[in-house]
């Protein structure tokens, strides 16, 4: 079945750039959209970004436009966000999730950003 | 931005109870509605898509309904495994956004 692990979280200072990565198998990632969703400390689901199976499009949350960028590489099953000017309200556990459409299913096991001011 | 609404924030129940709880959105999406599962210190799970679709593996308790504005995620007789906090999410545009959660508690 299918299987994504996030991976390069950590702490940053506020305005540093931090990139993570999302490495998946079990199905057909050339096939796939892929999402990032990211959870604050004690608080709800918020999506950031949604990139094609081809890489011809991207949509991303407006608290994050310009400063994030989603990218993926097919040929290592691999999807990517590149996250530059991090704020503090940037803090929280960030998910990849393969889209289902625009549903999310499954998740990876989410990876940590914390962003210190 | 479609505004996505839960009610109640949290319920209390007990094993064997029936819950049901609602998610409004600000505006139509039809039947594109998500809900999710998420327990302490996991990631979230896909319960049922496009409103009343259940994901393949997820027991047949739960059960979701609506369409336009108004739906409803029932989880008929509780099990200890379903205390949870669960999400709703529209998947009709970008920004795909979720409503705040409803916590089922003991």
């Known amino acids: 079945q299918a299987h994504l692990v996030e991976s390069g979280g950590g702490v940053v200072q506020s305005g540093e750039s931090l990139r993570l990565s999302c490495a998946t198998s079990?199905?057909?990632?050339?096939?796939?959209?892929m999402h990032w969703v990211r959870q604050a400390p004690g608080k709800g689901l918020e999506w950031v970004a949604f990139?094609?199976?081809?890489?011809?499009?991207?949509n991303y949350a407006d608290s994050v436009k310009g400063r994030f960028t989603i990218s993926r590489d097919n040929s290592v099953s691999t999807v990517f966000l590149q996250m530059t000017s991090l704020r503090s309200e940037d803090t929280a556990m960030y998910y990849c999730?393969?889209?289902?459409?625009?549903?999310?299913?499954?998740w990876g096991q989410g990876i940590l950003v914390a962003v210190s001011s | 931005d479609i505004q996505m609404t839960q009610s109640p924030s949290s319920v209390s129940a007990s094993v064997g109870d029936s819950v049901t709880f609602t998610c409004q959105a600000s505006?139509?999406?039809?039947?594109?509605l998500g809900w999710y599962q998420q327990k302490p210190g996991k990631a979230p799970e896909l319960l049922i898509y496009?409103?009343?679709t259940l994901r393949s593996g997820v027991p047949s308790r739960f059960s979701g309904s609506g369409s336009g504005t108004y739906f409803t995620l029932t989880i008929s007789s509780l099990q200890p495994d379903d205390f949870a906090t669960y999400y709703c999410?529209?998947?009709?545009?970008?920004?795909?956004?979720f409503g705040g959660g409803t916590k089922v508690e003991i």
């Open positions: 999410q529209q998947a009709d545009t970008f920004p795909l956004t």
């Open positions: 505006q139509d999406i039809g039947t594109w």
């Open positions: 999730a393969k889209g289902r459409g625009l549903f999310f299913d499954p």
């Open positions: 496009s409103a009343s």
């Open positions: 990139i094609r199976y081809d890489s011809t499009s991207q």
């Open positions: 079990g199905f057909t990632f050339s096939n796939s959209g």
